[in-house]
């Protein structure tokens, strides 16, 4: 596609609840980051995939958090049981190589857990 | 560890009028990546500027140009001529040269620009 797409664009969660979000990057796109970004502050690393590989995992803050991309394109981010602190927008970013310096960003989701 | 610091949570502009946004940074890389990117309410981040520590040189894009100080790790952007379009917030980012899989950006908090007609 033209650019990043992410989906939902808002999730509204119960605490406890399972989401998943949805990162489709940019065609052909080597690199795959997400990133989470509380409310009144800039993003923070979560993962980083190139390809298929999740090579960085380390900003995943807790292991209720699970990134894939099992076939190098499509990302998912799962979040289990959620908790009031896992609200947020969720960004996910691509890059045409393993450098990663040109990002595109996605529009991101935002994750309101309640 | 790399930081970035935004010391301005807002600043506001009049329209046609300039306006500089303040970055630091802590590293001890000696070479890095700076970059200033744009966030209207639509949430997606837009990258405005980029600045190669080893380029002595100000990166300049349009009306936005960076005062790049290496030594005091300060990398300030300054938007000339503002325009309604401008108001966004604004964040300063680092990234390491060297890429190994580690290739992360780090955010400051952000500066939120309203810019008045």
């Known amino acids: 596609g033209a650019g990043v797409s992410q989906s939902p664009r808002y999730k509204v969660a119960k605490r406890g609840q399972d989401v998943a979000l949805r990162c489709d990057p940019i065609s052909g796109h080597v690199s795959l980051f997400w990133y989470q970004q509380a409310l009144g502050q800039g993003p923070e690393f979560l993962t980083y995939f190139q390809n298929e590989a999740q090579l960085d995992k380390s900003g995943l803050p807790s292991d209720r958090f699970f990134a894939e991309r099992p076939e190098g394109s499509v990302s998912t981010l799962k979040i289990q049981r959620t908790q009031q602190e896992d609200s947020a927008v969720y960004l996910c970013?691509?890059?045409?190589?393993?450098?990663?310096?040109?990002?595109?960003f996605g529009s991101g989701t935002r994750l309101t857990v309640v | 560890a790399q930081t970035v610091t935004q010391s301005q949570p807002e600043m506001s502009v009049q329209e046609a009028e300039t306006v500089t946004l303040s970055c630091t940074y802590d590293t001890s890389e000696s070479d890095y990546y700076l970059f200033w990117y744009k966030q209207p309410p639509s949430r997606q981040m837009i990258l405005v500027i980029r600045?190669?520590?080893?380029?002595?040189q100000n990166a300049t894009e349009n009306r936005f140009s960076v005062n790049f100080q290496k030594a005091a790790k300060s990398f300030s952007l300054k938007i000339s001529d503002s325009q309604l379009g401008d108001a966004a917030m604004y964040f300063c980012a680092y990234r390491t040269l060297f890429s190994g899989g580690y290739n992360k950006l780090i955010f400051g908090a952000g500066t939120r620009l309203a810019v008045h007609p």
């Open positions: 970013a691509s890059s045409l190589d393993e450098t990663g310096l040109g990002y595109t």
């Open positions: 600045q190669e520590a080893y380029k002595q």
